[in-house]
Protein backbone atom coordinates (compact mmCIF):
# COMPACT_ATOMS: atom_id res chain seq x y z
CA UNK A 1 0.00 0.00 0.00
CA UNK A 2 1.55 3.06 -1.22
CA UNK A 3 2.66 5.98 1.50
CA UNK A 4 -0.02 8.32 0.20
CA UNK A 5 -3.22 5.66 0.25
CA UNK A 6 -1.96 4.56 4.05
CA UNK A 7 -2.33 8.69 4.94
CA UNK A 8 -5.79 9.21 3.51
CA UNK A 9 -7.16 5.68 5.11
CA UNK A 10 -5.81 7.10 8.48
CA UNK A 11 -7.13 10.35 8.02
CA UNK A 12 -10.74 8.56 7.33
CA UNK A 13 -12.81 8.26 10.07
CA UNK A 14 -14.80 5.15 7.70
CA UNK A 15 -11.65 3.84 6.28
CA UNK A 16 -9.24 1.14 7.66
CA UNK A 17 -6.80 -0.76 5.71
CA UNK A 18 -6.83 -4.63 5.66
CA UNK A 19 -4.76 -7.63 4.22
CA UNK A 20 -6.64 -9.85 1.90
CA UNK A 21 -6.09 -13.46 0.86
CA UNK A 22 -6.69 -12.98 -3.23
CA UNK A 23 -6.30 -16.50 -5.58
CA UNK A 24 -3.10 -16.16 -7.34
CA UNK A 25 -3.34 -13.82 -10.35
CA UNK A 26 -1.09 -16.43 -12.44
CA UNK A 27 -4.48 -19.27 -12.50
CA UNK A 28 -5.82 -16.19 -14.92
CA UNK A 29 -5.54 -17.70 -18.20
CA UNK A 30 -4.42 -21.12 -17.59
CA UNK A 31 -6.15 -23.85 -18.57
CA UNK A 32 -5.87 -25.81 -15.41
CA UNK A 33 -8.04 -24.48 -12.50
CA UNK A 34 -6.88 -24.23 -8.48
CA UNK A 35 -8.18 -26.47 -6.20
CA UNK A 36 -8.89 -25.34 -2.58
CA UNK A 37 -10.53 -26.80 0.12
CA UNK A 38 -7.74 -26.97 3.59
CA UNK A 39 -5.57 -24.44 4.60
CA UNK A 40 -2.64 -26.25 2.66
CA UNK A 41 -4.03 -25.72 -0.11
CA UNK A 42 -5.38 -21.86 0.59
CA UNK A 43 -2.17 -21.08 0.93
CA UNK A 44 -0.66 -22.61 -1.75
CA UNK A 45 -2.82 -20.91 -4.24
CA UNK A 46 -3.96 -17.32 -2.75
CA UNK A 47 -1.22 -14.73 -1.42
CA UNK A 48 -1.80 -10.97 0.62
CA UNK A 49 -3.01 -8.16 -0.68
CA UNK A 50 -3.03 -4.96 0.58
CA UNK A 51 -6.89 -3.38 0.52
CA UNK A 52 -9.00 -0.34 2.13
CA UNK A 53 -12.12 -0.92 3.87
CA UNK A 54 -14.77 1.22 3.44
CA UNK A 55 -17.89 1.61 6.13
CA UNK A 56 -21.00 1.54 4.69
CA UNK A 57 -23.15 2.76 7.01
CA UNK A 58 -22.99 6.53 5.62
CA UNK A 59 -23.35 5.20 2.27
CA UNK A 60 -26.31 2.95 3.58
CA UNK A 61 -27.77 5.83 5.50
CA UNK A 62 -27.59 8.34 1.88
CA UNK A 63 -29.33 5.50 -0.04
CA UNK A 64 -26.25 4.54 -2.09
CA UNK A 65 -26.50 1.11 -1.05
CA UNK A 66 -28.67 -1.76 -3.20
CA UNK A 67 -28.55 -5.53 -4.40
CA UNK A 68 -29.68 -3.96 -7.26
CA UNK A 69 -26.63 -1.60 -8.38
CA UNK A 70 -23.93 -3.11 -5.87
CA UNK A 71 -24.58 -6.79 -5.23
CA UNK A 72 -25.28 -6.45 -1.13
CA UNK A 73 -27.31 -4.19 1.17
CA UNK A 74 -28.17 -4.22 4.62
CA UNK A 75 -31.61 -5.37 6.34
CA UNK A 76 -32.94 -6.91 9.56
CA UNK A 77 -34.32 -9.89 11.45
CA UNK A 78 -35.18 -10.21 15.48
CA UNK A 79 -34.47 -14.39 15.31
CA UNK A 80 -36.84 -16.43 17.31
CA UNK A 81 -33.90 -19.33 17.54
CA UNK A 82 -33.31 -19.59 20.70
CA UNK A 83 -29.86 -22.19 20.07
CA UNK A 84 -28.32 -21.49 16.83
CA UNK A 85 -26.35 -24.46 16.91
CA UNK A 86 -29.27 -26.79 16.97
CA UNK A 87 -29.72 -27.75 13.29
CA UNK A 88 -33.18 -28.75 13.72
CA UNK A 89 -34.22 -25.89 15.26
CA UNK A 90 -32.47 -23.25 12.75
CA UNK A 91 -34.57 -25.32 9.86
CA UNK A 92 -37.59 -24.99 11.39
CA UNK A 93 -37.57 -21.11 12.60
CA UNK A 94 -34.73 -19.67 10.63
CA UNK A 95 -34.97 -20.88 7.89
CA UNK A 96 -38.53 -19.48 7.12
CA UNK A 97 -37.50 -16.18 8.37
CA UNK A 98 -35.07 -16.26 5.87
CA UNK A 99 -37.28 -16.63 3.04
CA UNK A 100 -39.38 -13.68 4.05
CA UNK A 101 -37.07 -11.76 4.48
CA UNK A 102 -35.39 -12.62 0.84
CA UNK A 103 -38.72 -12.54 -0.43
CA UNK A 104 -39.61 -8.91 1.22
CA UNK A 105 -36.55 -7.25 0.22
CA UNK A 106 -36.22 -8.65 -3.22
CA UNK A 107 -40.04 -9.32 -4.40
CA UNK A 108 -39.16 -12.82 -5.42
CA UNK A 109 -42.22 -15.13 -5.90
CA UNK A 110 -40.45 -18.39 -4.27
CA UNK A 111 -37.60 -18.91 -2.30
CA UNK A 112 -35.84 -22.18 -1.74
CA UNK A 113 -33.30 -22.60 1.29
CA UNK A 114 -29.87 -25.00 0.31
CA UNK A 115 -28.08 -24.80 3.39
CA UNK A 116 -26.67 -22.88 6.43
CA UNK A 117 -22.93 -22.42 7.76
CA UNK A 118 -22.27 -21.42 11.59
CA UNK A 119 -19.13 -19.93 11.87
CA UNK A 120 -17.84 -19.50 15.69
CA UNK A 121 -14.05 -19.18 17.16
CA UNK A 122 -14.19 -22.49 17.86
CA UNK A 123 -14.35 -24.14 13.82
CA UNK A 124 -14.48 -28.04 13.31
CA UNK A 125 -12.42 -28.07 10.65
CA UNK A 126 -11.52 -25.71 7.84
CA UNK A 127 -14.45 -25.54 6.23
CA UNK A 128 -16.72 -23.25 9.24
CA UNK A 129 -13.72 -21.57 10.28
CA UNK A 130 -13.65 -17.72 9.09
CA UNK A 131 -13.80 -16.72 5.39
CA UNK A 132 -10.23 -15.97 4.69
CA UNK A 133 -9.44 -15.90 1.03
CA UNK A 134 -11.66 -13.80 -1.48
CA UNK A 135 -14.48 -15.91 -3.24
CA UNK A 136 -18.00 -16.26 -4.64
CA UNK A 137 -19.85 -19.37 -3.41
CA UNK A 138 -21.19 -20.70 -7.03
CA UNK A 139 -19.90 -20.09 -10.45
CA UNK A 140 -22.15 -18.65 -13.11
CA UNK A 141 -21.72 -21.80 -15.36
CA UNK A 142 -23.73 -24.12 -13.26
CA UNK A 143 -26.22 -21.67 -12.03
CA UNK A 144 -28.80 -23.52 -14.26
CA UNK A 145 -28.20 -26.86 -12.91
CA UNK A 146 -27.96 -25.74 -9.38
CA UNK A 147 -31.73 -24.19 -9.32
CA UNK A 148 -32.45 -27.41 -11.02
CA UNK A 149 -30.69 -29.55 -8.67
CA UNK A 150 -32.32 -27.74 -5.66
CA UNK A 151 -36.17 -27.89 -7.15
CA UNK A 152 -35.83 -31.12 -7.93
CA UNK A 153 -35.10 -32.09 -3.96
CA UNK A 154 -38.29 -30.07 -2.82
CA UNK A 155 -40.29 -31.05 -5.87
CA UNK A 156 -41.32 -28.27 -7.44
CA UNK A 157 -41.61 -27.82 -11.28
CA UNK A 158 -39.90 -25.02 -12.54
CA UNK A 159 -41.97 -22.72 -14.99
CA UNK A 160 -40.87 -21.35 -18.68
CA UNK A 161 -40.86 -17.93 -17.19
CA UNK A 162 -38.80 -18.83 -14.42
CA UNK A 163 -35.61 -16.33 -13.64
CA UNK A 164 -33.36 -17.15 -10.61
CA UNK A 165 -30.82 -15.52 -8.02
CA UNK A 166 -29.07 -17.26 -5.38
CA UNK A 167 -28.95 -15.05 -1.90
CA UNK A 168 -26.92 -15.23 0.96
CA UNK A 169 -28.00 -14.07 4.06
CA UNK A 170 -24.94 -13.19 7.44
CA UNK A 171 -26.15 -12.45 10.58
CA UNK A 172 -24.21 -12.47 13.86
CA UNK A 173 -25.91 -14.10 17.27
CA UNK A 174 -24.83 -13.90 20.64
CA UNK A 175 -23.05 -10.45 20.59
CA UNK A 176 -22.07 -7.43 18.04
CA UNK A 177 -19.39 -8.68 15.26
CA UNK A 178 -16.32 -6.51 16.86
CA UNK A 179 -13.68 -8.39 14.85
CA UNK A 180 -13.78 -10.86 11.66
CA UNK A 181 -16.63 -8.30 10.38
CA UNK A 182 -18.00 -10.17 6.63
CA UNK A 183 -16.09 -7.14 3.72
CA UNK A 184 -17.72 -7.59 0.34
CA UNK A 185 -16.43 -6.17 -3.35
CA UNK A 186 -19.36 -4.11 -4.74
CA UNK A 187 -20.40 -5.02 -8.04
CA UNK A 188 -20.03 -1.46 -9.66
CA UNK A 189 -15.76 -1.77 -9.43
CA UNK A 190 -15.40 -5.57 -10.36
CA UNK A 191 -15.09 -6.46 -14.08
CA UNK A 192 -16.16 -9.49 -14.85
CA UNK A 193 -12.60 -10.46 -16.55
CA UNK A 194 -10.79 -10.80 -13.18
CA UNK A 195 -13.13 -13.79 -11.97
CA UNK A 196 -11.84 -17.12 -12.93
CA UNK A 197 -13.00 -20.77 -11.80
CA UNK A 198 -11.65 -22.67 -9.05
CA UNK A 199 -12.88 -25.99 -7.20
CA UNK A 200 -14.05 -26.07 -3.62
CA UNK A 201 -12.76 -29.07 -2.36
CA UNK A 202 -13.30 -29.00 0.83
CA UNK A 203 -15.51 -31.83 2.76
CA UNK A 204 -15.48 -34.23 -0.16
CA UNK A 205 -16.70 -31.98 -2.25
CA UNK A 206 -15.56 -30.85 -5.72
CA UNK A 207 -17.51 -28.08 -6.79
CA UNK A 208 -17.04 -25.43 -9.55
CA UNK A 209 -17.33 -22.08 -7.84
CA UNK A 210 -15.57 -18.79 -8.43
CA UNK A 211 -12.96 -15.82 -7.11
CA UNK A 212 -11.85 -12.51 -8.19
CA UNK A 213 -7.88 -12.28 -8.90
CA UNK A 214 -6.63 -8.75 -6.81
CA UNK A 215 -7.08 -6.07 -8.79
CA UNK A 216 -6.50 -2.14 -6.96
CA UNK A 217 -9.71 -1.03 -8.40
CA UNK A 218 -12.23 -3.00 -6.36
CA UNK A 219 -14.14 -1.21 -3.73
CA UNK A 220 -14.31 -2.91 -0.24
CA UNK A 221 -16.97 -2.52 1.87
CA UNK A 222 -18.15 -3.53 5.42
CA UNK A 223 -20.85 -2.59 8.19
CA UNK A 224 -19.41 -1.82 11.53
CA UNK A 225 -20.18 -3.58 15.31
CA UNK A 226 -23.29 -5.19 13.19
CA UNK A 227 -25.71 -5.82 15.73
CA UNK A 228 -27.42 -9.11 16.14
CA UNK A 229 -30.72 -7.97 15.07
CA UNK A 230 -28.54 -6.48 11.22
CA UNK A 231 -28.58 -8.77 8.54
CA UNK A 232 -26.06 -8.56 5.70
CA UNK A 233 -27.50 -9.57 1.99
CA UNK A 234 -25.37 -10.07 -0.55
CA UNK A 235 -26.33 -11.69 -4.17
CA UNK A 236 -24.22 -14.47 -4.98
CA UNK A 237 -25.50 -15.20 -8.79
CA UNK A 238 -28.45 -13.44 -10.86
CA UNK A 239 -29.81 -14.23 -14.37
CA UNK A 240 -32.05 -10.88 -14.33
CA UNK A 241 -30.34 -8.48 -16.74
CA UNK A 242 -28.50 -5.57 -15.42
CA UNK A 243 -28.23 -7.37 -11.87
CA UNK A 244 -25.02 -8.13 -10.44
CA UNK A 245 -23.39 -11.01 -11.05
CA UNK A 246 -21.48 -11.73 -8.21
CA UNK A 247 -20.81 -10.36 -4.56
CA UNK A 248 -17.16 -11.72 -3.79
CA UNK A 249 -16.58 -11.78 0.20
CA UNK A 250 -14.30 -12.28 2.64
CA UNK A 251 -13.71 -11.62 6.43
CA UNK A 252 -10.87 -9.85 7.87
CA UNK A 253 -8.85 -8.46 11.03
CA UNK A 254 -9.73 -5.79 12.30
CA UNK A 255 -6.68 -3.42 13.46
CA UNK A 256 -6.32 -3.16 17.48
CA UNK A 257 -8.84 -6.04 17.70
CA UNK A 258 -7.09 -7.94 20.70
CA UNK A 259 -9.52 -9.11 23.26
CA UNK A 260 -12.47 -8.16 21.43
CA UNK A 261 -15.50 -10.40 21.86
CA UNK A 262 -15.38 -13.28 19.28
CA UNK A 263 -17.70 -13.62 16.03
CA UNK A 264 -20.81 -15.67 15.62
CA UNK A 265 -22.63 -15.49 12.79
CA UNK A 266 -25.18 -18.22 10.75
CA UNK A 267 -24.56 -17.57 6.86
CA UNK A 268 -27.86 -19.06 4.91
CA UNK A 269 -27.82 -19.74 1.16
CA UNK A 270 -30.94 -19.91 -0.81
CA UNK A 271 -32.47 -19.91 -4.13
CA UNK A 272 -34.93 -17.17 -5.20
CA UNK A 273 -37.61 -17.24 -7.74
CA UNK A 274 -38.91 -14.24 -10.00
CA UNK A 275 -40.99 -14.51 -12.69
CA UNK A 276 -40.05 -13.23 -16.07
CA UNK A 277 -43.23 -10.71 -17.25
CA UNK A 278 -41.73 -9.92 -20.96
Known amino acids: MSDQVVQDVQASP ?5 KLRYVNAEWKGRDETPR ?4 ETRRANTSFQ ?3 MHDARPRLAAGDVSLERNGFTLSENHSRVVNFHDPDEVAAVYYPEMGELIRRVTGAKLTVMRSHLIRTETPIDFNDGYSRFVHCDYSMARQDEMAAELL ?16 NT ?3 FDHQVQNNPLAVIDWQSLPMDDV ?3 FYTGRGNDSLVAAPVHNPDHEWWYFP ?3 TREVLITTQLDQRPGRPDYCPHTSFDVPNSEGTLPRRSI ?5 AVFEDDA
Open 14 to 18: HTMPA
Open 36 to 39: IGSR
Open 50 to 52: DAV
Open 152 to 167: ARDGITPQDNWRYAWF
Open 170 to 172: WQP
Open 196 to 198: IGY
Open 225 to 227: LME
Open 267 to 271: EARLL
